[in-house]
């Protein structure tokens, strides 16, 4: 892991009953750099994203964020500590959004932790301190903003539920943002987006690596988005590393090719062979 | 599915009549098994200890006339209405009549609420039921935002009430605290219970949280039962003070309210005196929980009932918003407990059972969970439905599980479908029930 | 010691009878994953129905016991069959896709409904029955503290034995047993490869209250009464031993069964009589907690 890593995934294990679901993973995601997880279905991507966010306990190995010098053990941290100390936010593979609640509701619960010191655990918050309107006024601020930036402001009364699949994805993101974390974990972002949103989606993250300093990490399918914004791609297959580099390096990884063809690592040479 | 069913032709109905009948027939030879025994004979311990029977072939004959009429009945309506769920044609100008007297309900039902003791002053049975109206309207807008608004399936909730009521009455008997003191206490032990039934059942979801709290309900009766030296058990604690208007009491003497103001006395100012304090507890409640709701602790228990992974990975500590919903909501029963045992003057555990409990959540259901206003329009239809069947205690019960079955499966998501959000940009739309999840602990 | 024994044999027979009716919420929840709260009122409308046709059987002169008791077995566990068959189509399959509270509710409202007809159909007093089996049979006896077995305990559990063999074959071997088992899995796909899902579950709820209606006759002859409230507590017991044993596993229901049974009888005789249920709902609390998937079951990964 050379660089500056804000997450450092040292021999990372997870074991389900007899199923090996990771094994012995290693691997590190930049700082302010966007980092692609891939690999076939069922390599063990979603796995490795629940262990860093906390909702796996690991069999064996450390996650270490580092952080104003600072690491973090991650998988010594219980789920939602990972957000609030952490400062990792994440997005999951079949949206989670709170569907009975507006757009500008979802991303004020984002801001729950602030908004509650803020509220002075409600006691403020009850009698209407002029302290708790500011804090409110702000988080409404930044919730709009985000709105704004995803293109959602005109639908921020509307239910999350009632959003169209592409803009409950950004939606998702933007809340994610709204948590203003040092990692942003993204699973799956481009699922079922066509061309265009996929286009939006690259530049949105873009902006967020460049505006906010955001470092991103994104299991993907999509290789069009992973070769396009990716700055490092770690592939995965079996639960093992099967190869690790810049977006040039993978593509031309017989290694990753056989995986995703499901074929031998000669086969895939053989194929490549008498392409070129 | 928006149409109406298309009204049966009379070339139409000929077939249907052939499927109705048939149904009507199998649904009648049904009930006559079922009935066959249960009604058809009638046993009773005979005076000499031992079991006799007689029969009852009428009463039999009679129930399966009544179903077989009722399944073509049924049937019929299914014909005519369409399948139970299609929305149905509504003109786009009732509807939105609709929506704004919708929104005139509210402020107007407080008005009249408020004048009640104007209006009905001499009729005492009113005041009564008024009174009991209002307690449970405070019941339902306190659990409401355990199941309402955090999705945390409560089935012990009368556990609170009983702890509420049995507090108040146990420190004015034994320590001779005024209400006044005893009332805030009586909240708070609640809340304490209600922080400690919600530690062991965190990770709990939905049917099994259920169980565990009804479980827990009935405990606490079991325990307030047996526990006689402490809470006098089944003959409960009686002679539980009233409350004064700080200090003065409400009776016919000297020092009497009514003396002080040189009115003179009548029984009938105490109730209308407790009519305000109950009124005046409910809308407590119903303020501090609209209050709630706009503060990030309701957001978040609502969002828990959204989805509770998404909350911990937006770094929720879903521990402690479900042991402050618990908490809360606990608190408010307490109170109600409170107020119940000094209206009463007699508490019992048999006031105390699962059906309390039942009859509690199923207004929170029929309100349309998280509704203030639905709530307390269905603790007005359930009570005074209730009143109805005064006297008629074994039938009341009945129709009050019929009533539920039959609420699930016309409208399980209550009388008011939408729900209010707390924040808005521009303009507030209500989101339909339909997106609203119902949570699953 | 003796006393022990005694305590033993009453609690492995009080154990039966809560197995038999566990076993009808762990099917049904392993099926439709919803807890039937109104199973427990379907036990105790087979002790009812058990009394009324001991009853009539008695008054129209038959003496022979073993006849008597055959047929009022049929008839009461084909009645009461026919009650959880009815409860199923009227209160629960309208409501299969409906949100997750919907069933729920409308279970504890058919409960009030089945406890409430009782009581309204045949008066709210307790009925007593006269012993209809007598005799048993002393084991030993120490220090003037005789331990027996009485008749009626052997027919308890041969009858529970007997009913567990047949249904756990039905559920190992018969094609029915294995649409259980497909449905209990994925219920879509067992659909889509021709399991009628309706009549699968349908008898799913029969046969529950079959077992439940054997419970409920069981109880009639062990304790010589009936009320429209056993239902209640007894439910709330019965789905603590299918918990406790591990939701979805027959022999985990029975165990489950045997264990609440033994607890209750064993606190009942060394600590208070009073406090016996509140034992009983105190193991569901724990068991809960600690051991969410109960002695038998399998453990759940959440997933994400």
């Known amino acids: ?276 | 599915m928006t149409a109406l069913a298309p009204e049966p032709t009379p070339a139409s109905r000929l077939p249907g009549a052939a499927f109705i009948f048939k149904k009507a027939l199998i649904s009648a030879l049904v009930a006559l098994v079922l009935f066959s025994l249960m009604i058809g004979i009638r046993t009773e311990a005979g005076p000499t200890g031992q079991l006799i029977y007689w029969t009852r072939f009428g009463d039999l004959a009679a129930m399966v006339a009544i179903v077989f009429g009722g399944s073509i009945v049924v049937e019929l309506l299914r014909q005519w209405w369409g399948p139970v769920g299609t929305t149905r044609l509504i003109p786009p100008s009732v509807k939105s009549t609709l929506a704004v007297s919708r929104r005139g309900v509210a402020p107007v039902l407080l008005v009249f609420t408020f004048l009640v003791p104007v209006i009905f002053y001499d009729q005492r049975y009113i005041l009564d039921l008024g009174i009991l109206v209002l307690t449970y309207v405070m019941l339902g807008w306190g659990l409401n935002v355990v199941v309402g608004l955090a999705g945390l399936l409560d089935l012990g909730y009368v556990a609170f009430y009983a702890v509420g009521a049995y507090s108040y009455a146990l420190l004015a008997t034994n320590f001779g605290w005024s209400f006044w003191v005893c009332l805030p206490l009586a909240g708070i032990l609640a809340a304490f219970w209600g922080v400690l039934l919600g530690f062991p059942v965190l990770r709990l979801r939905g049917d099994y949280l259920a169980i565990v709290t009804l479980a827990f309900g009935e405990i606490i009766r079991l325990v307030i039962i047996n526990w006689q030296s402490l809470t006098g058990g089944p003959n409960g604690v009686s002679g539980i003070p009233r409350p004064t208007l700080f200090g003065i009491p409400l009776t016919a003497g000297e020092n009497g309210l009514a003396a002080r103001l040189g009115i003179e006395f009548s029984p009938t100012q105490r109730i209308v005196f407790l009519f305000y304090l109950i009124l005046a507890l409910a809308l407590l409640t119903n303020w501090v929980t609209i209050r709630l709701r706009r503060l990030p602790i309701g957001r978040a228990w609502e969002a828990l009932r959204e989805d509770e992974v998404a909350c911990r990975a937006l770094g929720i500590n879903t521990t402690t918003t479900k042991l402050t919903a618990f908490a809360t909501g606990a608190m408010f029963g307490g109170l109600a407990g409170a107020f119940f045992a000094t209206r009463q003057g007699f508490i019992s555990p048999e006031s105390f059972t699962f059906q309390e409990s039942a009859l509690v959540l199923a207004i929170v259901v029929l309100g349309g969970m998280g509704s203030q206003l639905g709530v307390a329009l269905a603790a007005l239809t359930m009570i005074g439905g209730f009143e109805l069947f005064r006297g008629l205690d074994q039938y009341r019960m009945l129709v009050f599980g019929v009533a539920m079955v039959l609420l699930m499966i016309w409208r399980p998501r209550g009388l008011i479908g939408h729900r209010a959000p707390t924040v808005f940009l521009r303009h507030s739309h209500a989101i339909s029930s339909d997106l609203v999840k119902e949570g699953h602990g | 010691m003796d006393y022990f024994a005694q305590q033993l044999i009453n609690g492995i027979v009080l154990g039966s009878i809560y197995g038999l009716i566990a076993i009808g919420y762990t099917m049904v929840y392993g099926i439709v994953g919803m807890i039937n709260f109104a199973h427990g009122d379907i036990f105790m409308i087979g002790g009812f129905i058990a009394l009324i046709s001991f009853l009539i059987l008695v008054s129209i002169g038959l003496t022979v016991v073993p006849v008597i008791l055959l047929i009022v077995l049929l008839v009461s566990m084909a009645i009461t069959a026919l009650y959880g068959w009815t409860v199923e189509r009227i209160a629960y399959r309208p409501l299969r896709h409906s949100f997750r509270l919907a069933p729920m509710l409308s279970a504890i409202g058919m409960s009030f409904v089945l406890s409430n007809y009782s009581q309204v159909a045949q008066g709210a007093r307790v009925k007593p029955v006269p012993p209809i089996i007598t005799g048993g049979y002393t084991l030993f006896e120490r220090n003037g503290f005789v331990v027996r077995l009485s008749n009626v305990q052997i027919l308890v559990v041969v009858a529970t034995i007997v009913l567990l063999a047949i249904f756990t074959w039905l559920v190992a071997r018969t094609r029915l047993g294995r649409d259980m088992r497909a449905c209990e899995q994925d219920q879509t796909m067992a659909a889509l490869l021709g399991v009628d899902v309706d009549r699968t579950i349908s008898m799913t709820f029969v046969i529950g209250a079959a077992l439940a209606a054997v419970a409920g006759m069981m109880y009639l002859l062990y304790y010589g009464l009936v009320d429209f409230f056993m239902g209640f507590v007894a439910g709330i017991k019965a789905f603590t031993a299918a918990v406790l044993g591990g939701i979805g596993s027959l022999p985990g229901a029975m165990l489950g069964g045997l264990a609440i049974g033994l607890i209750e009888t064993l606190w009942s005789a060394y600590f208070s009589v009073e406090y016996k249920d509140v034992a009983a709902f105190s193991i569901l609390i724990v068991v809960l907690i600690f051991l969410p998937t109960g002695l038998l079951g399998r453990p759940e990964v959440e997933k994400v």
């Not at chain 1, 600072?70 to 999951?92: N, W, Y």
């Not at chain 1, 999350?160 to 943002?177: K, S, T, V």
Request: hydrophobic share 45%; glycine share 8%.
């Open chain 1, 1 to 276: 892991m050379s660089g500056d890593s804000i997450l450092a995934v040292d021999h990372l294990s997870m074991r389900f009953g007899g199923i090996v679901a990771v094994n012995d993973l290693s691997f590190g995601a930049g700082r302010r750099k966007i980092t692609a997880l891939i690999g076939p279905n069922g390599a063990g991507k979603t796995t490795v994203f629940n262990c860093v966010t906390g909702f796996y306990k690991p069999t064996a190995g450390t996650m270490r964020l580092v952080h104003d010098d600072a690491a973090i053990r991650l998988e010594r941290l219980k789920d939602f500590r990972i957000s609030k100390q952490a400062r990792i936010a994440r997005t999951f593979q079949n949206i989670r959004l709170f569907p009975g609640m507006t757009a500008l509701e979802n991303l004020m619960v984002a801001q729950h932790n602030v908004l509650m010191r803020a509220s002075g655990l409600t006691f403020l918050g009850l009698i209407g301190a002029p302290s708790w309107r500011a804090a409110e006024k702000r988080a409404i601020d930044l919730a709009r903003r985000w709105l704004d930036r995803v293109g959602l402001l005109e639908r921020a009364d509307d239910a999350a539920g009632n959003l169209p699949y592409g803009d409950q994805r950004r939606l998702e993101i933007a809340r994610a943002m709204c948590t203003e974390p040092a990692l942003l974990c993204l699973d799956e972002p481009a699922a079922g987006l066509n061309a265009r949103e996929s286009a939006a989606l690259s530049e949105l993250l873009f902006s967020i690596r460049a505006d906010h300093g955001t470092s991103i990490l994104l299991i993907e399918h999509d290789m069009s988005v992973v070769m396009e914004v990716s700055d490092h791609i770690v592939v995965m297959d079996y639960g093992v590393k099967i190869a690790e580099g810049s977006p040039r390096d993978i593509r031309d990884d017989p290694k990753v090719i056989a995986a995703y063809l499901g074929a031998d690592e000669e086969e895939a040479i053989a194929v490549m062979g008498s392409a070129t």
